[in-house]
């Protein structure tokens, strides 16, 4: 199948398999500073909801009055028999963890997950009956936040991550499974699935070795060397006057090596493994095998 066409893509967009309503840094509480300030993504979750709500009057329209471009539309039952996929609320952690703390920042997380099945009520309100939320990654294993948070040796554990960090990860993905099971008895034939990806990535940081990896929390694509290969000024791909010199983040040669992209995002070789796992059920909860929908 072909990668999702994005909703706001109004050239060349394909949508009979589906419609991508993601965004680069987005959140799902509606951000309180402007992107040009923080980097914050301006299409929260309560905003790609409202677009899937159009999305879905668009297409509905087109089909009743046969309107031209139907071609690149899915049909009206589709929206049934899809499946929702929501992978968000990592930027709602992380972007205020260096200013206000994990401590203040774990106050505000039943709020985010709240929102989150929230939505997922309002999607099965107009026809939405499967819904795949995954949960959150370990982020006190990120570069970026192993070299912007404000930490001792005594907060590492033993694989170099951040131990508060990762508390407050496993705090929320509790809550998150605990809020999904309670919405799943309130939802009638409605599959709700908890996917814990969290339990895979956590294994390839701290473990590279056992999936063929070398680098763990270090990350391919970035600047600085060992251990972390990041820095805060200068992302991967950027370059900037660094000592009066031109620098450029660039990539290593053997991404299939490393969990960490960028310091943020996993590579495509850590992104198998993940991908294998919510394929064959294995960190779904309750179990749900992708592998059985799909034909050969």
Not at 52 to 78: A, C, T, W, Y
Not at 88 to 95: A, L, P, W
Not at 100 to 127: M, S
Not at 184 to 194: C, D, F, P
């Amino acid at each position: 199948m072909p990668f999702l066409s994005p909703y706001l893509q109004s050239i060349g967009s394909d949508f009979r398999h589906g419609a991508n309503f993601a965004t680069l840094a987005s959140t799902v509480l509606l951000p309180n500073t402007s992107l040009f300030v923080s980097g914050i993504s301006p299409f929260s979750l309560a905003i790609q909801l409202n677009q899937m709500k159009q999305f879905k009057v668009n297409v509905d329209e087109s089909h009743s009055l046969d309107r031209p471009g139907l071609k690149i539309l899915p049909s009206k039952i589709v929206f049934g028999k899809s499946l929702y996929t929501f992978y968000i609320g990592q930027n709602d952690f992380t972007s205020n963890l260096a200013s206000i703390g994990v401590e203040r920042v774990k106050l505000y997380l039943p709020q985010v997950i709240g929102q989150i099945a929230g939505t997922i009520k309002e999607i099965y309100g107009i026809g939405g009956r499967t819904f795949l939320v995954l949960n959150l990654a370990p982020v006190g294993c990120y570069p970026a936040i192993l070299t912007g948070y404000t930490h001792t040796d005594a907060d590492l554990d033993k694989y170099g991550c951040l131990i508060p960090v990762n508390k407050a990860v496993k705090y929320y993905n509790t809550l998150l499974n605990k809020t999904l099971s309670q919405t799943r008895t309130e939802l009638k034939n409605a599959t709700v699935i908890y996917l814990d990806t969290h339990k895979i990535l956590l294994d390839l940081f701290q473990h590279p070795k056992s999936y063929g990896m070398k680098h763990g929390i270090k990350a391919c694509c970035g600047y600085g060397g060992r251990p972390y290969n990041f820095n805060q000024k200068l992302f991967c791909g950027n370059t900037k006057v660094i000592g009066n010199f031109s620098t450029t983040a660039k990539a290593c040669h053997d991404p299939h090596n490393y969990v960490s992209w960028d310091g943020i995002h996993a590579t495509e070789a850590a992104n198998h493994h993940i991908s294998m796992a919510i394929l064959d059920g294995s960190i779904s909860y309750p179990p749900f095998i992708l592998n059985n929908l799909c034909s050969p």
